[in-house]
């Protein structure tokens, strides 16, 4: 299984600003008021839409993988180590991006809709963001179901 959540916000925002950069440095570069430094940054910003412009996560029979953008940004975990998945509401705190706290990790470029992960032996927690939390909570539970009764 694999479910995609593109970060719209983050792909608009980053587009503006870009544009915004660009049309400054062409019109202050002639004056020499600093628009080279705003030309030379634009690729920055360019690098990091596409690191988080989406989240894909893909499910097989072993393992949870999930990628960030383009996929210089991964991240996996052994459905044998996994207890249980649960779809859940992020708050306003758990943010977007990449984030820690103190027993939870969270994955997600976009809305609030989670899928919680839950660990064997550990009060860790993993939340997935995704547009789609019951169905992929539910086909992680059945995948280590499936996988129990091997």
Partial sequence: METKQTGWTIIIVFAIILVTFILSAVL????????????AFSPVLLLVMLLFYQLTVKIDHETIKI?????????????????????VRNN???GWGIHYTLNTEV????GFSAV??????????VRIGTSEPERLAGHINRMLEKNERI
């Fill in 28 to 39: 202050l570069i002639p004056k020499g008021e600093g628009g080279v430094f705003l030309l």
């Fill in 92 to 94: 306003f705190f758990h």
């Fill in 107 to 110: 994955y997600n470029v976009s």
């Fill in 67 to 87: 990628r960030f953008g383009i996929g210089l940004i991964r991240k996996s975990w052994k459905l044998s180590a996994i207890e249980g998945a649960a779809p």
């Fill in 116 to 125: 919680e992960l839950s660990f064997r032996n550990s009060k860790r927690k």
